[in-house]
Each structure stands twice: as C-alpha cells, then as structure tokens.
C-alpha cells in the first residue's frame, strides 16, 4: 500500500518540476512575442505590403520548421539512437538528449516557437489589410478584405503543417539527427 501512495504522489500533475519549468515557459514566451512583436512592428511600419507578405511567409517557415522539429523529436524511438551511439555515431548522444526532453522540445518548438510565429503573421495580415484601404484599395469592403486576408494566411499556415507532420514523423530520425548536429555547432 506503501508504494502505491508513493506512486500515486509522484503521478502529481503540478509538481515542483512541472511548475518551474511552465514559470520559465511562460517568461520565454513572453519575451520571445514581445521581441518578434518589436521586430515584426518596426518592420511593417515602413514596409509595402509586398515586403509585409515575405514577412508573413518568413514566419510561416520558421513555425512550420519549429514545428516539424518538434514532432520529429516527439516521435522519435530513442533504442535507435542509442544504438547509433554505440556505433560511434557523432551527434548521436546529442539526439538522444533531444528525445529525453521531447516533452520541452515540443513545448519550444511546436508551442512557442510555431505559436508566436502564428499569432505574429495574423497581425501581419491585420497590417496588410490596414495598408490596403489606407491606399484606398478595399475600402468599402473591409469586412471582406480582412476576412479574405485572415482565411488565406490560416488555411496556408495549417496546409504547410499538415505537409509538415507527415514529413516530420517519416524523416524522425534525420530530423532528429539534424537538430542534434545544429545544436552541437551553436554551442560550441
């Protein structure tokens, strides 16, 4: 009985852990928005609206790649790797972290990253849509122009994702693999 209580506290949904790790998410995240809000911003507002939507599509890519590196790692099998690191793979151990934490990776990754990506090429298509009937394009349907602008950067962004995941989960261990060779080179 013992040791079922012992389980059943260490199945705690908020623990310790959990939580600091969802207090530095949420700082991260919150410093991650307003610097890609600051920077998209001061962009947009000297920018066309030929320049606003490379920006949309910039950020489209960098969500869709985030996001594909999160799922990869997510849907990882770690014995492969291990097995890499055996055969002396390089980069491997770094892989083999990544799929430790893919739990944080997929929280960075898909959450912050692919999210705040999401969320910031919206309010490039408000900017967009602003610019067009400031230039007197549109005016009399505003309605429509915005609705048209926010269903087409939507249904591009989750099209790219869709593609994405079916990329990510084939090509994992590459991915992965990737991801880990990438790191290794930033920090060093």
């Given at each position: 009985?013992?040791?079922?209580?012992k389980?059943i506290?260490?199945?705690?949904?908020?623990d310790?852990?959990?939580?600091?790790?969802s207090?530095?998410?949420l700082?991260?995240?919150?410093?991650?928005?307003?610097s890609f809000?600051?920077?998209?911003?001061?962009?947009?507002?000297?920018?066309?609206?030929i320049?606003?939507?490379?920006?949309?599509?910039l950020l489209?890519?960098i969500?869709?790649?985030?996001?594909?590196?999160g799922?990869?790692?997510?849907s990882?099998?770690?014995?492969k790797?291990?097995?890499?690191?055996?055969?002396?793979e390089?980069?491997a151990?770094?892989?083999?972290n990544?799929?430790?934490?893919?739990?944080?990776?997929?929280?960075?990754?898909?959450?912050?990253i692919g999210?705040?990506?999401?969320i910031l090429?919206?309010a490039?298509?408000a900017?967009?849509?602003?610019?067009?009937?400031?230039?007197?394009?549109?005016?009399?349907?505003?309605?429509f122009?915005?609705?048209?602008?926010?269903?087409?950067i939507?249904?591009?962004?989750i099209?790219?994702?869709?593609?994405e995941?079916?990329?990510?989960?084939?090509?994992?261990e590459?991915i992965?693999?990737?991801?880990?060779?990438?790191?290794?080179?930033?920090?060093?």
């Open positions: 009985m013992d040791k079922r209580n389980k506290k260490s199945c705690n949904l908020i310790n852990f959990n939580l600091k790790w207090i530095k998410i700082i991260l995240s919150f410093a991650l928005s307003i809000s600051i920077i998209s911003d001061s962009l947009l507002t000297t920018a066309s609206v320049i606003a939507i490379l920006i949309i599509f489209m890519f969500g869709v790649i985030a996001d594909m590196c799922v990869a790692i997510t990882c099998n770690i014995d790797f291990y097995e890499k690191e055996k055969r002396g390089k980069y151990k770094e892989a083999i990544l799929i430790k934490n893919s739990d944080k990776i997929s929280v960075i990754c898909c959450d912050i999210d705040i990506c999401s090429s919206g490039c298509g900017s967009i849509v602003y610019k067009l009937i400031s230039n007197g394009i549109g005016e009399h349907y505003v309605m122009v915005s609705s048209f602008v926010s269903g087409l939507a249904c591009l962004t099209f790219f994702k869709s593609l995941k079916s990329i990510a989960v084939s090509k994992n590459a992965t693999m990737f991801v880990a060779k990438c790191i290794n080179i930033f920090l060093k």
